[in-house]
């Protein structure tokens, strides 16, 4: 079991990029042939290989980038929800494990994976979407939330494919400040909550708000505001007394002591929250690293919390809120961009199905690798410590 690696959505940073959807004529672009062929091409490119004879656009990457050395794989899968993810592993390590279903159904799957493994070090990319949920028209698949791990050079290039590839629409996702301090909310509404068995200061353990001035001087960059976890639990009390702050306990807490201290408004046009940094999750306007969430003892579970801990809820909602913000149907998209406003998106029931115990398995032995592949992933995901160079890119 010590074998089973993460899951990809968690422990490393990611760019954020939102995609139209895929244009692929008649060939599903999740089947099995279609991933292979769009691994191959990529590879090729990435490669800078020749394609029936015809020199690619790009000249590749080992050129520009030599100590990675050459490109060994270039991989597309299909990826489900974390029971699948361990399911398909635990069968690898594990021969009693053969009646696991392994495969997952392209009506289940929340996308693709793509992995790049070099020499020296490995790359991937998520392509991604809510199943329950995420619709497009016939020839299309939609796979709104592109999450990418990749040094520029090879990024570009990956970019440049789908773009090329699908007639898409691929650009950054801007999340705005109301969307950053909203995932903060969401995760305190989980944890603080009757039936949670988590407390929000160990999960959030030290919490750090960066403010940005990018409208209002260019002398003065961001302002990093460190609360120990000991305090926050007050915060959200004193946020709970407020008035017009039910939903919002923690900003609005927040706000009145940098008003009262820093003579700082919180609410000013000109003043945006940037960043937040805790051990759950680093989220920026652009990019994000989301840890495994802690599980519920399987004991209390069953019992009291059968649709998972706190940390898993708040999983969960931060991934369906996030694939609408891609979508283009989030609640934080400027009005021009917002199609639909909804507090929350209904889950599907592969994302809602829970099996804490395997979970558990997986979260507990992410740091465990004993292959040149897995070598290569911990080189690119650093040490346990979240910090500022965790989230610089790769």
């Known amino acids: 079991m010590a074998d089973i690696p993460p899951y990809p959505l968690y422990g490393k940073s990611y760019l954020l990029y939102r995609v139209s959807s895929l244009h692929h004529v008649a060939t599903p672009l999740l089947s099995e042939l279609s991933l292979k062929t769009h691994a191959k091409r990529l590879g090729e490119q990435l490669k800078g290989d020749k394609v029936r004879g ?24 299909l990826i489900g929800d974390e029971d699948a993810w361990i399911d398909r592993h635990r069968q690898l390590v594990d021969p009693d494990a053969s009646q696991l279903t392994t495969v997952v159904s392209q009506e289940q799957a929340r996308g693709v994976q793509v992995s790049l493994e070099y020499e020296k070090q490995s790359y991937n990319a998520l392509l991604l979407r809510d199943p329950g949920v995420t619709t497009a028209p016939d020839g299309f698949t939609a796979l709104p939330l592109l999450l990418v791990k990749m040094p520029s050079a090879i990024r570009d290039i990956f970019l440049n494919y789908l773009r090329t590839s699908f007639d898409a629409h691929v650009a950054p996702l801007r999340l705005s400040s109301a969307f950053v301090t909203s995932s903060l909310e969401t995760y305190f509404r989980h944890l603080s909550a009757d039936t949670s068995t988590h407390s929000v200061q160990d999960v959030i353990r030290q919490l750090q708000v960066q403010l940005s001035f990018p409208n209002a001087t260019t002398l003065l960059r961001h302002v990093d505001v460190t609360i120990a976890g000991r305090d926050v639990p007050g915060f959200l009390s004193r946020g709970k007394a407020l008035k017009h702050a039910k939903d919002t306990p923690f900003t609005a807490a927040l706000a009145s002591y940098l008003r009262k201290h820093l003579a700082l408004d919180l609410h000013h046009p000109k003043v945006q929250i940037s960043r937040i940094f805790c051990a759950s999750f680093v989220l920026g306007t652009d990019r994000l690293k989301l840890m495994a969430p802690d599980i519920s003892d399987a004991s209390i579970a069953d019992s009291d919390v059968p649709e998972g801990s706190a940390g898993e809820l708040a999983v969960r909602d931060f991934y369906a809120s996030l694939v609408k913000e891609a979508t283009g149907t989030g609640k934080f998209l400027p009005e021009d961009f917002a199609v639909e406003r909804r507090s929350s998106t209904p889950l ?10 395997k979970r558990a398995v997986s979260n507990a032995n992410a740091g465990a690798r004993t292959t040149k592949r897995s070598k290569g992933r911990d080189k690119e995901n650093g040490g346990s410590e979240v910090g500022d160079e965790e989230m610089a890119d790769a």
């Open 54 to 77: 015809v020199e690619v656009d790009f000249a590749g990457t080992e050129d520009a980038l030599p100590n990675l050395g050459p490109l060994e794989e270039c991989a597309w899968d």
């Open 348 to 357: 599907s029931a592969a994302s809602a199905r829970v099996d804490r115990r």
